[in-house]
């Protein structure tokens, strides 16, 4: 699954730069005057085609971007490791060795 996802992934990231290098760039002060309409696809662009492309490729994107984070991640056991830990005995307590009761038996 996670390989299938991952693909998809990259495929979607290609289409995605494609689209967006595809799209028209304003062209600075000669749009305000009229300049620069003179393209492939008519005087007004595949704009519209294009950005509803770009916008669908992008929700795609985040899609699987989400769907693989989430098949990927680990999930650790919600228990406290702090409430784990044991408590080493103190040095100045004595053990069984030695107390001097046990000395004498």
């Known amino acids: 699954m996670q390989t299938i996802i991952l693909t998809l992934h990259i495929i979607v990231c290609v289409v995605l ?12 002060m000669g749009v305000i005057f009229g300049g620069g309409s003179s393209s492939v696809f008519g ?15 992008a929700v795609v994107f985040i899609a699987t971007s989400l769907l693989y984070n989430t098949s990927t991640s680990v999930r650790e056991k919600q228990d406290s490791k702090i409430l784990d830990i044991r408590l080493e005995e103190s040095a100045t307590q004595p053990t069984a060795a030695q107390t001097p009761a046990a000395a004498k038996q």
Do not use: N, P, R
């Open 17 to 28: 730069v494609l689209l967006v290098l595809l799209q028209a760039g304003k062209e600075g």
């Open 43 to 57: 005087s007004t662009g595949a704009g519209g085609l294009l950005a509803k492309l770009t916008a669908f490729m």
